[in-house]
């Protein structure tokens, strides 16, 4: 699957431009990207692809030297699991120790 990279959301699309995944991280304060939304179309799910899309996300951010926060429940529930990594966790996540603060 080719995935489009925009400023503040990864996406891929079929052939016909049917939304097959997508993943959406706006900057809600300066130097903090909020993970706000996660799709994978039906006939896509079970195969790792939202994972790769907020990996993907993840990196991004990183890459532009931001926070991540995450309001969309799979992404709140994915760096849950990778606590401790080195991924600069903002407050919004939903994980209570984590803070804004460097």
């Known amino acids: ?42 006939s896509l799910r079970g195969q790792g692809i939202a994972a790769k899309l907020t990996e993907m996300a993840v990196t991004e951010i990183a890459g532009r030297k931001n926070k991540v926060t995450a309001s969309c429940s799979y992404a709140i529930k994915w760096l849950a699991k990778r606590d401790g990594r080195d991924i600069n966790i903002g407050s919004a996540c939903g994980l209570r120790h984590h803070s804004l603060q460097p």
């Open 1 to 42: 699957m080719d995935y489009i990279i925009e400023k503040h959301r990864i996406y891929a699309t079929d052939k016909d431009g049917k939304m097959l995944a997508d993943i959406e991280f706006p900057e809600v304060s300066p130097g903090v990207c909020e993970i706000t939304h996660t799709y994978v179309d039906d």
